[in-house]
């Protein structure tokens, strides 16, 4: 908990809670978001449910606390780079911010009516073997 707490508070490394923090964690997250779609979980509502919990608690409450943090990282810089480092620290969030919004639609997007629609094996077989004479 006092890791939380001192990102949170920006008292980590501008270059650590850029690299570990925002860059390597919410690279994760965006990773692991497809756990929450089919094959994974093959029913709708399921899957919508966990779907909207996990961006509300993942793109919502945890982007929301690595962006603070660093922000807040930021504000100690004292070196001759400090304004550079801040404008890519702006840059990365941007970046990170993007690739969420592109990743919670392609979440939607595989979450759509018509790709739940269920299988009946027997008849793509059955058209499958009309399609051919003996």
Do not use: C
Not at 92 to 105: H, K, R, W, Y
């Amino acid at each position: 908990m006092p890791y939380i707490r001192d990102h949170w508070q920006g008292k980590h490394a501008l270059l650590f809670a850029l690299a570990v923090n925002l860059i390597l964690i919410r690279a994760l997250i965006l990773f692991a978001d497809r756990f929450t779609l089919p094959p994974y979980i093959p029913d709708r509502i399921p899957a919508l449910i966990a779907t909207v919990a996990f961006i509300l608690l993942f793109h919502g409450v945890v982007f929301a606390w690595q962006v603070v943090g660093v922000l807040r990282a930021t504000r100690h810089q004292v070196s001759i780079l400090a304004n550079i480092w801040t404008v890519v620290t702006y840059g990365v969030i941007g970046l990170s911010l993007v690739f969420t919004v592109l990743s919670i639609a392609a979440s939607f997007r595989a979450l759509a009516p018509e790709r739940f629609i269920p299988v009946n094996l027997t008849e793509l077989e059955d058209a499958r073997a009309s399609q051919y004479a003996l």
